[in-house]
């Protein structure tokens, strides 16, 4: 159990002393890469020192476990604390994360076999080595079942055959996780672990995106892509389990990170009505900014709490996989965190560019770059739609599932 925030009824969620120590480490790096960012950001560059600086203060590897390179082997609840302070810094540094910790070293930290964690763990934590997330293709979305990427086994490994769209890190990404069906087949959906390096795979950024300018988002090309009888990760024919699952510590990720953004703008808009004035006192003593700050705060508090929680359930999960009633339990707690504070996150934006006003339709102020950044966590990782019937199915039952 996660300490500090394990006794829900005693409403006591104090960091503990380890807790502050390793968030004080997070935020020294975080404040290192601010104008760093800033830079890459207005020059629409993706920003490699994310990886580096975090690398090099041995801050990679949080969730992962201490038998592998940098791993610190913390628990849900305080990787989502790092995760939130993390977030302030934005939506692309945040993504950055949620592709190579959550979805990628997480993942194979749950479903790979030995081999697989030495190899891809030890250096992922260590940033020597990013990982990538690839389910979603041009046809397949909010629906994964039906992805088209295939494998067939040859020469004593696989060939895989398809295209991988929108990936988060996909073309700066030493190895891909991708999913695939048997060839001619739409059942038994496998994972595999595929290497940038492998003949056959090919990634290209995404031009022209709204914001995350700072952040690589690719399309991935596998043509008659050769990987070894190793590269396959867990269960033959369990791939949209893996897949499922993984997203459940990408959701996580990304209600954290959304936190973060809220709380930055609720920084950024306090700071700026303070100081501006308009009709003679700073605008912060008019009424009708003071509802924007009042709004974002309480919704702040509300996506905190709610991610937290769902962390701590995760984390019990975690160490329970058996237990599939808690592992029902924890995947609503993350969907409905992730839906809040997705939703928070860029109420709040739009709250503080509003307060900016002019210099708030600026990307060189933050609030405009978390308007269009955060945008997308109400579509990556479960659109708003998809979330909201999965919670509602959990209240009316399985027999009212809207789609299958
Ligand atoms: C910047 C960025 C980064 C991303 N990173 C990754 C990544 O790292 N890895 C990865 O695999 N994917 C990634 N994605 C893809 C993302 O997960 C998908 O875009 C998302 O799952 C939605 O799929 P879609 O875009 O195909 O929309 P669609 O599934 O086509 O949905 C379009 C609309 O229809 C609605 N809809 C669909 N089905 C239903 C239904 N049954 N009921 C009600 N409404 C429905 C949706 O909610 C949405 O509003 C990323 C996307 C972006 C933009």
């Not at 595999?192 to 995404?206: C, N, R, T």
């Not at 022209?208 to 009888?229: F, H, P, Q, W």
């Not at 396959?232 to 997203?247: D, F, N, Q, R």
């Not at 700071?271 to 709004?295: D, N």
Request: net charge negative; proline share 2%.
């Amino acid at each position: 159990m996660p300490q500090g925030f394990t006794d829900v009824s005693g409403m006591r969620f104090d960091e503990t002393e380890e807790q502050k120590i390793l968030l004080e480490q997070v935020d020294r790096v975080c404040k290192e890469l601010r104008p760093i960012e800033d830079r890459c950001y207005l020059e629409h560059r993706q920003n490699d020192e994310v990886r580096k600086r975090f690398g090099s203060a041995h801050l990679l590897g949080l969730p992962i476990s201490k038998e592998y390179g940098d791993g610190q082997g913390v628990d849900m609840v305080t990787y989502a604390l790092a995760l939130q302070r993390i977030g302030r810094e934005g939506t692309c540094v945040r993504t950055f994360f949620s592709g190579h910790v959550s979805l990628g070293m997480l993942t194979v930290q749950k479903y790979g076999d030995a081999e697989q964690k030495s190899r891809y763990l030890t250096l992922g934590t260590r940033g020597e080595k990013v990982m990538a997330f690839g389910l979603t293709e041009p046809g397949a979305g909010s629906d994964p079942a039906s992805l088209s990427t295939s494998f067939e086994e040859k020469d004593g490994g696989f060939v895989i055959d398809g295209r991988k769209m929108w990936i988060s890190n996909g073309s700066i990404a030493d190895s891909v996780i991708v999913f695939a069906y048997p060839k001619g087949r739409k059942e038994g959906m496998c994972a595999f672990i595929v290497d940038a390096e492998s003949d056959g795979f090919s990634a290209s950024p995404i031009e022209n995106k709204m914001g995350l300018y700072s952040s690589d988002t690719a399309e991935i090309l596998l043509e008659g892509c050769r990987v070894d009888k190793g590269s396959m990760l867990g269960i033959p024919g369990k791939g949209l389990s893996v897949a499922y699952s993984a997203l459940m510590g990408g959701r996580l990720s990304v209600a954290a990170g959304c936190v973060g953004v809220t709380q930055d703008c609720l920084d950024e808009a306090a700071q700026y009505s303070s100081i501006r004035v308009q009709h003679g006192k700073p605008i912060a003593k008019h009424q009708l900014v003071q509802r924007h700050i009042g709004i974002i705060a309480v919704n702040l508090e509300a996506a905190r709490w709610l991610t937290l929680y769902a962390a701590s359930l995760y984390q019990r999960h975690l160490e329970d996989r058996t237990d599939m009633t808690l592992r029902a339990q924890a995947d609503i707690a993350i969907s409905k965190a992730k839906l809040f504070a997705a939703k928070a996150s860029f109420d709040a934006a739009n709250r503080a560019v509003q307060v900016f006003g002019a210099n708030g339709y600026s990307i060189e102020n933050r609030p405009a770059r978390h308007l269009v950044d955060t945008r997308v966590c109400q579509i990556y990782e479960g659109t708003n739609e998809i979330l909201e019937q999965k919670i509602a199915v959990s209240v009316l039952g399985k027999d009212f599932e809207s789609y299958s």
